[in-house]
């Protein structure tokens, strides 16, 4: 099946620590994108990429990295930095940065 | 002023009822426009795309009006499976990079 997956489903971190979160397509798209989406508000654009080994800041990229080693994957780094971590993270990707984005089901973070 | 704008509801609506709403955009360059579902606590999901004045399909119609900068919803025959959060996004031409820009969402609740 084509689609879009993240892991965790859900992720739980202390406080000073670094989480990952995964985000993996196999739709052959060559745009990916992490949102942030915090309870009764819409998505902000975290971090976005358009090509392999190549990605941009969005919206909010502060106290976050990515990195896109390969087409399928573009993982997010939540990093110590990020001061307010409790959130719904969405992934999403489209073959480019004017077409449809696609959604994987998302992790929800929870700083303890 | 938000660059896409929603009321974020919630709109009553009987079973059955018709319903419209809609969501103004800033930027008159804007080419493209999407609406996307989401249920809670899930991923959005495309609804449909909206690149020339409308498009209808089956009970769902939106509609374009670029000279108002607003793109409108109906939904007709209201489910109780229609009840979700409806997210109206603009792709945004823009001198710092194009990019799709997520309205707040509008909040629905089908009732019998």
């Known amino acids: 099946d084509g689609g879009i997956t993240q892991s965790p489903k859900y992720l739980f971190r202390k406080e000073g620590q670094n989480v990952t979160l995964s985000c993996e397509q196999n739709l052959n798209h060559d745009a990916m994108y992490w949102y942030r989406q915090d309870p009764g508000q819409g998505l902000r654009l975290i971090y976005y990429?358009?090509?392999?080994?190549?990605?941009q800041k969005g919206d909010i990229a502060e106290g976050y990295s990515v990195s896109r080693e390969k087409k399928e994957s573009f993982p997010l780094t939540v990093t110590s930095a990020q001061k307010n971590p409790t959130a719904f993270y969405l992934c999403?990707?489209?073959?480019?940065?004017?077409?449809?984005?696609?959604f994987g089901p998302g992790t929800r973070l929870t700083v303890l | 002023r938000k660059e896409v704008e929603q009321d974020p509801g919630p709109f009553n609506v009987p079973e059955g009822a018709t319903v419209a709403f809609n969501c103004t955009y800033s930027n008159s360059a804007s080419q493209s426009f999407f609406w996307y579902r989401q249920d809670c606590r899930k991923e959005p999901k495309l609804l449909m795309s909206?690149?020339?004045s409308g498009n209808e399909d089956g009970r769902f119609t939106a509609q374009l009006n670029r000279a108002s900068q607003y793109i409108s919803l109906l939904i007709r025959d209201s489910k109780l499976s229609d009840s979700a959060t409806y997210l109206c996004?603009?792709?945004?031409?823009?001198?710092?990079?194009?990019?799709?820009?997520f309205g707040g969402g509008t909040r629905v609740l089908v009732k019998p």
């Open positions: 996004v603009a792709y945004m031409i823009k001198a710092a990079g194009n990019k799709l820009t």
């Open positions: 999403a990707s489209s073959i480019n940065r004017a077409d449809t984005q696609y």
């Open positions: 990429s358009q090509i392999v080994n190549d990605f």
């Open positions: 909206v690149y020339s």
